[in-house]
């Protein structure tokens, strides 16, 4: 059927959740879709032939919306490629290829696992990182909503001893959510993961979820400090972290790719966790993020809710990127 026939299908479904879901991405991604489709549609309407310079505009366009320099000129490469290969002349075909294209360079050949890696044994671990003010602890409250709705048994750990307000936001977020946080102020945080991951195997928590400190500034001190929790998570537990999730912020483009390459060079990172893309006309940050680093979004913020944390889907992203380039009700 292919990647249209697959929007085409989710446009005319009937399960109010699935629709729920589209709305939302449909939404969040309204600001970078009105940007990309007013600049796309410009394009179309100056070349009636696809020749060099018409690739030249897309590209700037692409990276525009963040999508990234290498992502677009690899982008660019297999476009042009598919173009020459089909004997595409008018622009006006182009639309299903672009988006047939980025589904294909975000996928890569790959299995896409955006599912948790549960543990089949004692307690899921969850190591959250990321730097400071990425929504990180307000992610863990969402993220810890969304398990207990799940009916997950769920364990929050105040591993950030060190930002001020840290440990008091995730206790205000265990009250929301109504679920333990194991703290201490003050202290060493491995100690405090080390009692909570025992509390969870003596209580029979099904989800530890972990928050971290966000200093990137001293790389060698965050590398030791996430060894060493990773060390006695370990030994806790076996095989233990299941998962460790990078929150990055969708509005900070390009540096949260940064922060991503900063992060795998540190530490194991599983899955990304992305924030804020509501409050971004740069959505295409999702693309570039699995493109440079190799690793899958699995998370995605689309609102300030508690509710508004989504698994991440690549249908629906792309159909909430690309939507108005195409007739979905055909």
Known sequence: MGLLGNFKKMFNIKDDNVKKDLNSYDKALEKTRVDFTSQLNKLSNKYKKINSEYFEELEEILIGADIGVGTVVNFI?????????????????????????????????????????????????????????????????????????????????????????????????????????????????????????????????????????????????????????????GKLIPNAPQETLLVLDATTGQNGINQAKEFSNITNITGIVLTKLDGTAKGGIVLAIKDTVGIPVKFIGLGEGKEDLKVFDIEKYIYGLFKDLMDFKK
Do not use: C
């Open 77 to 233: 490469e297999h476009l042009t490629t598919r173009v020459k290969r089909e004997n595409i002349t008018n622009v006006e075909d182009l639309n299903e290829i672009i988006v047939d294209e980025m589904f294909i360079i975000y996928v890569n050949d790959e299995i896409i696992v955006n599912k948790i890696n549960y543990n089949v044994e004692g307690p899921t671990v969850i190591l959250m990182v990321g730097v400071n003010g990425v929504g990180k602890t307000t992610t863990i409250g969402k993220l810890a909503h969304k398990l207990i709705n799940e009916n997950k048994k769920v364990l929050l750990v105040a591993g950030d001893t060190f930002r001020a307000g840290a440990v008091e936001q995730l206790i205000e977020w265990g009250k929301r959510v109504n679920t333990k946080v194991v703290y201490k102020e003050d202290a060493d945080p491995t100690s405090v993961i080390y009692e909570g991951l025992e509390i969870a195997k003596s209580e029979n928590y099904d989800v530890v979820l972990i928050d971290t400190a966000g200093r990137l500034q001293n790389k060698v001190n965050l590398m030791n400090e996430l060894e060493k929790m990773n060390r006695t998570i």
